[in-house]
């Protein structure tokens, strides 16, 4: 995958503090979609990630708080069991997969940021 290509990655945090935890809450909804609290969607690419990185490590303890970022393939197979898991604004037919969920999250996020 070129360097430049926009993809999903799947970011987890785990934050000591709860003044560090509102902060890195509060930058990554500017970067991505939150699926749960403590988890996100970010597209972008391998670039937009480091720079995103970056600015968290601003705002992180190290050898206190912990954070993950998973790079996704555009077409995977996975299930999701129980209450909605897209957030609300996203909505998809029943018979939808994943590839076209991460396309409309991404068409979100793109009129979100232009409007911006």
Known sequence: MPI???R???LAYDIADPKRLRAVHRTLREFGIALQYSVFLVIGTTRDID???AGLDDIIEPEADDIRVYPLPMRFDAEQYGRQW???GI???TDANLTQAF???LAEHDACTKDA
């Open 4 to 6: 430049n290509q926009r």
């Open 8 to 10: 999903p990655y799947l």
């Open 51 to 53: 720079d995103l990185l």
């Open 86 to 88: 897209l957030p609300a």
């Open 91 to 93: 909505d998809l037919p």
């Open 103 to 105: 396309l409309a999250m």
